[in-house]
């Protein structure tokens, strides 16, 4: 063999370079404590949970990796667990964008009045929906998206300047509730350079109660889904240019919605006193169903 032929080719370094970050990208996912083999034990349920607050939070490593340069800021109130609410409605989300598809803050669309309505809704409802699947995991009670919509239209608000102009506590006497949550989304762009490609997406998310209107946790922010591919020679930069491309699909933007949302919720303070009611609740339940049973 000749000697030349060890030679790293620019196709050669770049093939090699992605088996390295293949393999540290791998290495650096695996949550070496979760690994196991299948086996036979007898596993009970109700366990400890671990990283049960900080499982899909971003750290200052991930984003580094990631090449994510979104931020969260987050305000709680300095006596949350005392106050916090034990049934929540997430309202309509505002999308403050142009409601058009961007890309590098050029919009590549043109759309009339009424298909930017129709849009803005969609962009905002997706957050809206991310934002209340990933509280129902936690210990609120939250109230049904359609019923919620279906009580505000009784009322005639149809719009975020009408929802505005409704005091926190006519919204819980209408919904029933101890607290609502406003949404506005404040960035829902795409990014496109050649090698690279990023979804933005970021919403300001306030939760106020509606027995004293006061701003129990808020957050601003937003997240970025980055995708950078490598090239070192001109066949595979007009590949991966196009690779780069296709990670500005619909599935994308779902998981950049998804980790926003996350993000948001994650942040928000773990209520022993409101798990206990619910455990309190479910007991009580229970042994009334025995004795009717019973009966």
């Not at 949550?31 to 086996?39: E, H």
């Not at 964008?97 to 669309?109: E, H, R």
């Not at 022993?272 to 049973?293: C, T």
Request: charged content about 25%; some cysteine; glycine content about 6%.
């Amino acid at each position: 063999m000749a000697a030349t032929e060890y030679l790293l080719t620019p196709r050669r370094a770049q093939i090699k370079l992605s088996k390295l970050f293949a393999i540290a990208f791998i290495w650096g996912s695996v949550d070496l404590g979760g690994c196991s083999s299948t086996n036979n034990e007898s596993r009970p349920f109700f366990r400890h949970e671990y990283g049960l607050d900080s499982h899909g939070r971003k750290t200052w490593f991930d984003r580094m990796v990631e090449l994510d340069p979104g931020q969260m800021k987050t305000k709680i109130a300095p006596d949350y667990e005392a106050v916090a609410p034990r049934t929540i409605a997430v309202l309509p989300f505002t999308d403050r964008g142009s409601a058009n598809y961007v890309v590098d803050k050029i919009p590549l669309t043109f759309r009339s009045a009424n298909e930017r309505s129709d849009w803005a809704w969609t962009d905002a409802n997706r957050m809206r929906r991310a934002v209340t699947d990933y509280l129902a995991t936690r210990e609120f009670i939250e109230g049904n998206l359609i019923q919620i919509d279906a009580v505000l239209k009784q009322h005639g608000i149809d719009s975020s300047e009408k929802l505005a102009q409704v005091p926190a506590a006519t919204l819980g006497k209408w919904l029933g509730v101890d607290a609502v949550i406003y949404g506005d989304v404040n960035r829902y762009e795409a990014y496109y350079a050649f090698l690279i490609s990023a979804w933005q997406v970021g919403a300001d998310v306030r939760m106020v109660s509606t027995h004293t209107g006061r701003e129990l946790f808020s957050a601003t922010g937003s997240r970025y889904s980055v995708n950078l591919q490598l090239a070192f020679d001109p066949l595979g930069i007009a590949i991966n240019s196009g690779l780069s491309l296709l990670e500005l699909r619909d599935v994308t933007l779902a998981r950049a919605e998804e980790e926003d949302a996350r993000e948001i919720v994650l942040r928000i303070p773990r209520s022993p006193r409101l798990q206990s009611q619910l455990i309190e609740e479910a007991s009580g339940d229970a042994q009334i169903n025995l004795l009717a049973q019973a009966q």
